[in-house]
T-cell receptor, first 114, second 115 residues
Framework: DGGITQSPKYLFRKEGQNVTLSCEQNLNHDAMYWYRQDPGQGLRLIYYSQIVNDFQKGDIAEGYSVSREKKESFPLTVTSAQKNPTAFYLC?????????????FGSGTRLTVV | AQSVTQLGSHVSVSEGALVLLRCNYSSSVPPYLFWYVQYPNQGLQLLLKYTSAATLVKGINGFEAEFKKSETSFHLTKPSAHMSDAAEYFCAVSVPMDSSYKLIFGSGTRLLVRP
């Protein structure tokens, strides 16, 4: 079955460390997105990419970096510059030509700073 | 600017009661509208969507929503709440972006179901 896979489900980071969250999709979707979710704050867009080797900052990109070397993959790195990284991170994908389908979401990665 | 407003960050109902979650949108073009549900520690799952066909849209788990252009609303309802409906619900509107589109999400409504 087609879908979007995020790994790991739980991740622990020490202060000063960079960590990378994986997001892979086999839906042949053009666009991919990263969201951060904090309690009571809904979804906040970190980065998005509409095409391979190109990506755009969202509303809260500081302290994060991404790459899009393959259509299927859009990893997110949480750098040491992100001062408050503890959150739930969601990856999503969509077809740019099928607006009516909306987004497909992964199951999320919960990142905790220890 | 396009936006989505969900009235009420928390809604509490008794099991068997009517569920009504409110969503109002602003859009400069005819919209595509979506409702997503999120269970704890999971991603968002599509409940239903409006794509300019029927104004009353039926989704999964007995939910439905009615698109009312005059009121710019897309409220989500379910006649009888079940304990398993307890989750967070997000309304979203599709808006133009660059040569494509993006979804703008509301801030979410947490549904609590009392036994």
């Amino acid at each position: 079955d087609g879908g979007i896979t995020q790994s790991p489900k739980y991740l622990f980071r020490k202060e000063g460390q960079n960590v990378t969250l994986s997001c892979e999709q086999n839906l042949n979707h053009d666009a991919m997105y990263w969201y951060r979710q904090d309690p009571g704050q809904g979804l906040r867009l970190i980065y998005y990419s509409q095409i391979v080797n190109d990506f755009q900052k969202g509303d809260i990109a500081e302290g994060y970096s991404v790459s899009r070397e393959k259509k299927e993959s859009f990893p997110l790195t949480v750098t040491s510059a992100q001062k408050n990284p503890t959150a739930f991170y969601l990856c999503a994908s969509s077809s740019l030509r099928r607006q009516a389908y909306g987004y497909t979401f992964g199951s999320g990665t919960r990142l905790t700073v220890v | 600017a396009q936006s989505v407003t969900q009235l009420g960050s928390h809604v509490s109902v008794s099991e068997g009661a009517l569920v009504l979650l409110r969503c109002n949108y602003s859009s400069s073009v005819p919209p595509y509208l979506f409702w997503y549900v999120q269970y704890p520690n999971q991603g968002l799952q599509l409940l239903l969507k409006y794509t300019s066909a029927a104004t009353l849209v039926k989704g999964i788990n007995g939910f439905e929503a009615e698109f009312k252009k005059s009121e710019t609303s897309f409220h989500l309802t379910k006649p009888s709440a079940h304990m398993s409906d307890a989750a967070e619900y997000f309304c979203a509107v599709s808006v133009p972006m660059d040569s494509s589109y993006k979804l703008i999400f509301g801030s979410g409504t947490r549904l609590l179901v009392r036994p």
